[in-house]
């Protein structure tokens, strides 16, 4: 039997621990976007979203007074919402400072008809419409889109007077 032993250092330069990964961020509020379009993309129905391709971009300080430019690319694959955070120096945007990549399944909630109808949920657009189909869901949203849903009275029957007095 041979035996070969190799140097580590051979191996440092290839080693995986070695080099800096980038994040996965699954969660749209880490995603340096204004609140309002967080909420805008919460609030896209199943209809909207497929087309969904939107970049943001805006400059910030760093404690070392240096300005970069982060810049946050949005679109809808394969019922994610994925994309990418670039943080690059204001005055050379082709050196890339740090990236981190966006991965952030959605969830469809539908809205019952009535009060007595049971939530459905689904993971896949393609599924929502045979899930309508067999349980009658009005409408859908995204799970976490903090959607408050109010239902109309129960309406009561009128008594109906048939002898009515009449004076």
């Not at 970069?68 to 400072?97: C, E, M, W």
């Not at 409408?139 to 009128?158: L, M």
Request: proline share 8%; hydrophobic share 35%.
């Amino acid at each position: 039997m041979l035996s070969v032993s190799v140097p580590a250092k051979a191996f440092s330069n290839i080693d995986s621990s070695n080099t800096r990964r980038p994040s996965i961020i699954s969660d749209l509020e880490q995603c340096h976007l204004p609140a309002s379009m967080v909420t805008r993309i919460r609030h896209m129905s199943p209809t909207e979203i497929p087309a969904l391709d939107e970049e943001f971009q805006q400059t910030e300080i760093n404690a070392d007074g240096e300005e970069s430019v982060i810049t946050v690319k949005l679109r809808f694959i394969d019922d994610h919402i994925t994309g990418y955070i670039k943080q690059a120096p204001l005055n050379n945007s082709s050196q890339v400072q740090s990236t981190s990549y966006i991965d952030i399944p959605v969830e469809w909630m539908c809205i019952p008809p009535s009060p007595d109808h049971p939530f459905h949920f689904a993971t896949s657009i393609n599924d929502i419409k045979a899930i309508q189909d067999e349980n009658c869901c009005l409408d859908w949203v995204q799970r976490d889109s903090d959607v408050e849903i109010s239902f109309a009275p129960p309406k009561t029957k009128k008594k109906l007077k048939l002898f009515a007095k009449n004076k």
